[in-house]
């Protein structure tokens, strides 16, 4: 996790980032520099005027230290991110665009330098050329390697028209052609503004970072006054206090573990987000994601496998299971469709038959045509089809010239249509066989990441083109909560605007122009990389691996990220009282010495018990920048259980931790004699 | 301690639950403005002051017109009460025939009286006359409580609407505060006192000749309607110098267990008040909790800390088991004492029947630290409940996080807004309190009033500046209050902590009502719970202990740890 090349260029990073109208931005790091100076005057005075510096100095020292620690975790995790950038920015290099005049006329461009392409330009785009700019297809259409952004060297098909027309620029078209029509200006393209987010350059605080950030300025205020006060109080009880000491009493008393690490916390959220492959347009939208309690997502793909597989055969009465499995087995042979594949492993499976190596002798396969919706096969004069129940039913009414009873078999086709099933009639002549039930097949473990999801007061719903009864029956074996069947675009988008009146927060995925509307309306709309341009411009997150089921994964990062920031905040606040034990009584023992009473660590001197509240007030901050990099373990809970496991570790953690850490250092200062 | 005095402490907080329960049920429908028992007899009375003042009570103010409606409105008491204080000398009822109060001490009053603190730099009996009491001193007590009560009530609505522009009509609020709640209640426990034998009478004095012959003028006058409203009202300005500690102010241990229960019942069902408004009573139940426990423990360690007494008086041969009855009433004992001790100032009402500077150093670090948690446990009628409220919002932003969601408090998120505001408020009191006493205790002018020297000196001056920030009001004893430094630091410290809270309190109940109310699911951070009510406790604990424990270490920890050595002062 931490590279030597980071971590030396963050060592550098953490001294510039000592420039004073830098630090204004994070009040408490800014205040502990500014006391930092003053100690440090205070020591060249005492030096100067020969009075005893030691212990000043140290103290001056281990304040800068406590701001170059809170400089250090920042500079790591933007390092990190700068890693990132790098990578990217190689595909970036200049790139020689044919800028085509005519759309007609392909073979008169003009070379041109990407930089110069405007919005609206037309440019040729030819097998092994890099796309220069991120665009529209226009025309053709083409296989795309899009590892640059996506990390992933599978190429993927784009085409004109529809929903898979939006190149990215940077991308290497490795087959056919395109024409590409130019959607943004050099410097604002998808992979700009990508390198610019994963480098942080355009970082902002989030919503949740500046409430926080008004509460630990907030707490400095509080002790700000607390301390300046004591010097008043002090002066009145004859215990008048060192400059240094008040100093040391503020810097341990202000929350400086939160305060240093706060934006590292955020810098090191997005880069979580970053390595997922997601890539969020705002750290807003991140914090956003850690709030949603409804996710919308697409049936197919994410909760079932998305084609619909053979999962029975029911025979009719007077035709045996095996009888009817045969039937279907050679009616499917010939048959290369996702369903037809299913019903053949099926019949292998469950009835342990075997396909012929080669077809039978004298078969003819029909194919499945959309004015007849059967297919299957003749050998000899057995006639076997299979196929939509209606054309299945009218067959065997032309080849048996006559009434065909079907009580059963309508009886059967009933029951899977009610759950949800596809049914698929057989049939051998004029005989009915039996029918098969074809079905959505849900994923094996997603009823079970559905109820940690309700667990954790996630609603989820699911989005299908099916018709309700299908949708019913799929939503209660998937176990969602809600489902919109026979979605349209309009459906998704009222559902959010209703969900949200409710007081919801809403995520969902989409990748088609039509998901655009609902998309912006959702808290957190994540578009897929495959997706249009107008998707990936209304979403405020893009999955670079376009795969919908990662969108309970980006709750969780979110999650992690707030959890983190409220776990230190709480240990930071929670370590106050542990310094007051140390530096209260080492502030007054020697105006009024039974208040030693209070020093409960046994603290070796007044001045050890300080320095060591100092040392430790620093040290910590580095002991937790992995933590804060990493991300508290974060597991799918009910918001009370994780209440009380962080509160238990970092609020009881919090109190004790310190007790013992001081007193660890107190008996290191002491042996090396340095109080 | 004895369990005898435990078994009245217990008795007592049953006594207060079981009335404040129906109480609360009560004004929940008296705030929403729905039919309650009273709505026969009163509401025509409702509506004809409405009718003379011109108010329209369907029309609601936006939080900004809310606050000017408060402000303009105790800014017309302040300058009323300024004027029949100076002007006493010249008005009706006035049988001693006093003459006009000086005008530090009468803008110290009026500002004392109008922001519920009832801070009293004089002595009632010598200063006051009957109508400075009962137009002047006693109006408001009903006017500031009423205040209180109006703008917790509109935070209260704060959380409880979705989407909406306004939090309440501020005259409406009063104009119920004072017609359904306050003065039905003052009345019935006023003659209750009567009947218990406190004054109530417009005659100044009574003559007795004592059993050596001498003669003696004993004052007396309308104490039992101010008594009761002074308790009801959390305000505690006693119509006697020594306050609840007079025989006639509360003659009797009865009278003493009627008075704390006075003071507790409005305030607590306020809260549950609050659970019914936002239709989740657990949430009400959790805040009382809150309040109960840490309310429980001041009364334990005062009553611990009395019933141990000191090394002197060990020394001195007295009887183990008297603990430390200086400064005691013996009618009352240690347990009441004790409790009214605690009741006073973990409220903001600030009457004592005991003197706090004879308690020993704990027992009377105890009222001053529950003051300086911000006048919450259970707080001044309605201040107690926005103050909570507003500690509950800094608990729930910090923890909340830690469940991985923005934390959000009744539905409502807690964003940059309202963190700013809430830290705005609690920044008053330490502010004004740590900085007042640090000029003080430097200060010649301010250091010639203490009757005491050393750690219990700077008592003195904390818990003045304390009691005024917190709009408590009742003083450590042995401060010499009235002078001009006092007068004006002590004046500027209430209004401080009265309206310089109150504003951006306000601002917090407009940008919440504004919010859409977010249903609660298994995600929700839960504020029902033992876990929150522990963390609410700890917030508090640890917030107030970090921002005082410095000024009380030099004061009453510095004095306790010495007076153990041999030490006193």
Known sequence: MFDASILRQAVVDAFKKLNPAALARNPVIFVTEVVALLVTVLFVRDLWTGASAFFTGQIAVWLWFTVLFANFAEAVAEGRGRAQANTLRQARTDTIAKKLYDQDRKELFQKVSAVELQVGDLVLVEAGDLIPGDGRIVEGIAS?????????????????????????????????????????????????????????????????????????????????????????????????????????????????????????????????????????????????????????????????????????????????????????LLASLADETSEGRSIVTLVQEKYGLRAPAEAPVGARFIEFSATTRLSGVDIGDRRLRKGAVDAVLRFARDVSGGTVAHSAFAANVDRIARSGGTPLGLVESGQLLGVIHLKDVVKPDIKERFAELRRMGIRTVMVTGDNPVTAAAIASEAGVDDFIAEATPQDKLDYIRGAQTEGRLVAMCGDGTNDAPALAQADVGVAMQSGTQAAREAGNMVDLDSNPTKLIEVVGIGKQLLMTRGSLTTFSIANDVAKYFAIIPALFIAAIPQLGILNVMGLSTPQSAILSAVIFNALIIVALIPLALRGIPYRPRSAAMLLRRNLFIYGLGGLIVPFIGIKVIDLAVTAIGWA | ??????????????????????????????????????????????????????????????????????????????????????????????????????????????????????????????????FSQMAGLTVHNFLSAATGLALAMALVRGFARSKAPTVGNFWVDMTRSTLYILLPLALVTAVVLVALGVPQTLVASVGATTLEGAKQTIAIGPVASQVAIKQLGTNGGGFFNVNAAHPFENPTALTNFVEIWQMLVISVATVFAFGRLVGDNRQGRALIAVMGILLLAGVAITYAAEAAGTPMLHDAGLNLADGNMEGKEVRFGLALSALFAAVTTGLSCGAVNAMHASFTPIGGLVPMFLIQLGEILPGGVGSGLYGILIMAIIAVFVAGLMVGRTPEYLGKKIEAKEVKMAMLAVLILPTVILGFSAVAAVLPQALAGLSSAGPHGLSEILYAYSSATGNNGSAFAGLSANSVWYNTTLGFAMLLGRFAYIVPMLAIAGSLAAKTRLESSTGTFPTHGPLFIGLLVGVILILGGLQFFPALALGPIAEQVLMLAGKTF
Request: glycine share 10%; hydrophobic share 50%.
């Open chain 1, 144 to 328: 795309v390697n899009e590892a640059a952004i996506t990390g992933e060297s599978a190429p993927v098909i784009r085409e004109s028209g529809g929903d898979r027309s939006a190149v990215t620029g940077g991308t290497t078209v490795i087959s056919d052609w395109l024409v590409v029509e130019i959607t943004a200006a050099a410097g604002s393209s998808f992979l700009d503004r990508m390198i610019s987010l994963v480098e942080g350059a355009e970082r902002q605080k989030t919503p949740n970072e500046i409430a926080l950030n008004v509460l630990l300025a907030g707490m400095t205020i509080i002790f700000l006054i607390t301390v300046v006060t004591l010097a008043g109080l002090g002066r009145y009880s004859a215990a008048d206090v060192p400059v240094p000491v008040l100093v040391a009493l503020l810097v341990t008393l202000i929350p400086t573990t939160i305060g240093g690490l706060l934006s590292a916390i955020g810098i090191a959220g997005m880069d979580r987000l970053i390595r997922f492959n997601v890539l969020a347009m705002s750290g807003r939208a991140v914090e956003a994601a850690g709030d949603v309690d409804t996710l919308l997502l697409d049936k197919t793909g994410t909760i079932t496998f998305g084609n619909r597989m053979a999962s029975e055969i029911l025979p009719v009465p007077g035709v045996s299971e095996r009888q009817a499995a045969e039937g279907a």
């Open chain 2, 1 to 130: 301690m004895t369990i005898n005095g435990w078994l009245q402490i217990a008795v007592l907080f049953t006594a207060v639950v079981l009335a404040a329960v129906p109480l609360g049920a009560f004004m929940a429908k008296v705030y929403a403005g729905k039919r309650n028992v009273l709505t026969p007899f009163l509401a025509p009375v409702e509506k004809g002051f409405y009718a003379l003042a011109g108010v329209d009570p369907a029309r609601e103010q936006s939080w900004r017109s809310y606050a000017l409606a408060m402000l303009m409105f105790n800014a017309a008491g302040f300058a009323l009460l300024y004027a029949i204080l100076r002007l006493q000398g010249v008005l009706p009822l006035n049988p001693q025939g006093f003459s006009g109060v000086a005008p530090d001490l009468a803008f110290n009053t009026a500002v004392s009286f109008v922001t519920n603190t009832n801070w009293q730099a004089y002595g009632g009996e010598t200063t006051m006359s009957h």
